[in-house]
């Protein structure tokens, strides 16, 4: 537990169980060594924020992804339709 950062997201495989014993674990950690619980409640909104962020933007990312193939695919119909009217 020395070498471990303060906060760290875990992967969300992870039962909420797990996250929340893991997370209060790190807290504990962290009082027991003297670190306000303030700064390590800060830590801990820092890597949700930052995950939230980065969870947002990939959604995001995916839904545009989406987009653009159903327009490519709709394209690609429009273009099989005038084809086959020829």
Same mark, same amino acid.
């Given at each position: 537990?020395?070498?471990? $950062?303060? %906060?760290?997201? %875990? $992967? =969300? @495989?992870?039962?909420?169980?797990?996250?929340?014993?893991?997370?209060?674990?790190?807290? @504990?950690?962290?009082?027991? !060594?003297?670190? $306000? *619980?303030?700064? %390590?409640?800060?830590?801990?909104?820092?890597? %949700?924020?930052?995950?939230?962020?980065? @969870?947002?933007?990939?959604? @995001?990312?995916?839904?545009?992804?989406?987009? *653009?193939?159903?327009? !490519?695919?709709?394209? =690609?119909?429009?273009?099989?339709?005038?084809?086959?009217?020829?």
């Amino acid at each position: 537990m020395e070498d471990s $950062p303060n %906060v760290v997201i %875990v $992967p =969300t @495989q992870e039962s909420a169980e797990d996250i929340i014993e893991d997370y209060c674990d790190m807290i @504990q950690y962290n009082l027991d !060594h003297g670190i $306000p *619980l303030g700064e %390590v409640l800060g830590y801990f909104f820092d890597d %949700v924020y930052r995950w939230s962020s980065k @969870q947002f933007l990939i959604d @995001q990312a995916k839904a545009c992804l989406q987009g *653009l193939e159903d327009i !490519h695919l709709y394209e =690609t119909d429009d273009e099989l339709l005038i084809d086959e009217e020829d």
